[in-house]
């Protein structure tokens, strides 16, 4: 039984923390789908009132954007106690400036909280290959900074703030207790398009846990626990590898995935023992779970949300393998949105992961979310004699899961995907007749 509540709220829930967002124009500037939508704010500030512990996990691409380097340097004494944002302008492949322009932002932040720049870290968002324009970035961070406030209004703007394809706010808050004292996580993600993160505390390659190396998409979380460095960083990594790892939409790796974790204590709770340090990882994992799957939810022109779950494989990274293998097929996404139950793309896509699969082994089954009462189409290998209006009832609903049984081994996997539709295709097509629109 979990041993916290959900409450209304997100990133200002713990004590301590608060949060603003402006319209900057950043999205026209900057170019991005998107930007002729009105006045949607682009830039965010995230601030605790005390020093904080901070851990964060990042996008194991090879090609890393300037605010994800910024931010692992600023993290190397493991805290921090504010976070600048920006939407429509992911400040990619941007050289030189790029580095200075987000090394900027950190100190313009700083200097107008008091604050030294190491102790601000930096996130972007948006399109590839184009400078940021810093003049209004600038204008913004200011504007910003005399804008905090700790209410649940401000909250819900910094999570629209970052937002770009998204069509929502992301966040969530819960409430649990450590050490006899009352304790609050909170966060906002956004990302609606190129998701499949794969992430490690230092961007390098290969991640500790087996998952894709593949996402554009953000979070970040506070929490006013008191809790050690060494912790926060230990449960950031699994938390992140059970959620934000855990998702595809696409099977596209961004430059830009960042996680960041700040925890300033302000509850007060004692040091943390071994069931306290249980209960804040279940609590953790909560979140960024709920989060993770809000992203696969509102992925760019998706109608079917399907957990994948892998079971009997070799071991966990087969396991995942095969499940991101069956997630991120074409022909099997494109089968999901047409409601059909089409096993034999299923198990091509197994057989051309890097997974060990017996033909004569595998079991394919479909259920409600949640459930062990399975509808079969395949078992060992063959088709079964369940009717075919029945296997397309079992994949019609919006969210449904997928089983398979490789019954090799005992490692088990969970991929959490999407359907790919014709909006997709339309909204990610391109525009030649806009030459603003070149880059990510």
């Known amino acids: 039984m979990a041993k916290f509540k959900i409450i209304g709220g997100s990133i200002t829930s713990p004590q301590g923390f608060q949060a603003a967002a402006r319209f900057c124009n950043l999205k026209k500037i900057g170019t991005g789908k998107g930007s002729n939508k009105g006045e949607k704010k682009d830039l965010a500030l995230i601030f605790s009132e005390a020093p904080a512990k901070a851990a964060g996990m990042f996008t194991t691409n090879q090609i890393c954007a300037a605010p994800v380097k910024i931010c692992i340097k600023h993290l190397k004494d493991n805290s921090a106690q504010a976070v600048v944002i920006n939407s429509g302008n992911a400040n990619a492949c941007t050289g030189p400036k790029g580095m200075k322009d987000a090394l900027e932002m950190t100190t313009v932040a700083a200097k107008e909280l008091g ?12 399109r590839i290959g184009i400078n940021l324009p810093m003049n209004p970035i600038r204008k913004g961070i200011k504007a910003v900074a005399n804008d905090l406030k700790s209410t649940q209004h401000a909250a819900t703007q910094t999570a629209e703030a970052i937002m770009t394809s998204d069509t929502k706010p ?32 230092n961007g390098s390659q290969p991640v500790s846990s087996a998952s894709g190396l593949h996402a554009t998409m953000l979070s970040f979380l506070t929490t006013d626990a008191n809790i050690s460095a060494r912790n926060i960083k230990k449960c950031l990594k699994e938390a992140v ?71 009997g494989a070799k071991s966990f990274a087969e396991a995942d393998k095969a499940a991101r293998s069956v997630g991120n097929s074409s022909l099997v996404k494109t089968s999901w949105y047409g409601g059909d139950p089409n096993w034999g793309r299923i198990i091509d896509a197994l057989g051309y992961s890097a997974a060990k699969v017996d033909e004569e082994k595998v079991d394919i089954a479909y259920s409600a979310p949640g459930s062990n009462k399975k509808v079969f189409s395949l078992k060992k290998g063959r088709p079964t004699l369940t009717s075919f209006e029945k296997l397309c009832k079992a994949v019609q609903p919006k969210e449904f899961d997928l089983h398979i049984n490789l019954n090799i081994g005992k490692g088990n996997a969970v991929l959490y995907a999407a359907d790919m539709t014709e909006e997709y295709v339309d909204f990610n097509k391109g525009d030649i007749t806009d030459p603003e629109s070149l880059g990510g």
């Open 115 to 126: 604050l030294k720049g190491s102790n601000v870290l930096v996130a972007s968002t948006g």
């Open 170 to 201: 992301k966040q969530i808050s819960v409430e649990f207790k450590l050490g006899g004292k009352v304790v609050r996580l909170g966060g906002i993600a956004k990302g609606a398009g190129m998701i499949q993160p794969g992430m490690s505390p």
């Open 241 to 311: 590898s059970k959620s934000f790892n855990s998702i595809t939409v696409d099977g596209d790796m961004s430059t830009n995935d960042t996680v960041l974790l700040l925890a300033n204590g302000l509850a007060g709770n004692r040091k943390l023992n071994d069931q306290d340090l249980k209960t804040f990882q279940t609590s953790l994992n909560h979140v960024c779970l709920e989060l993770a799957k809000m992203i696969v939810r509102d992925g760019e022109g998706i109608t079917r949300v399907i957990t994948v779950r892998i079971s």
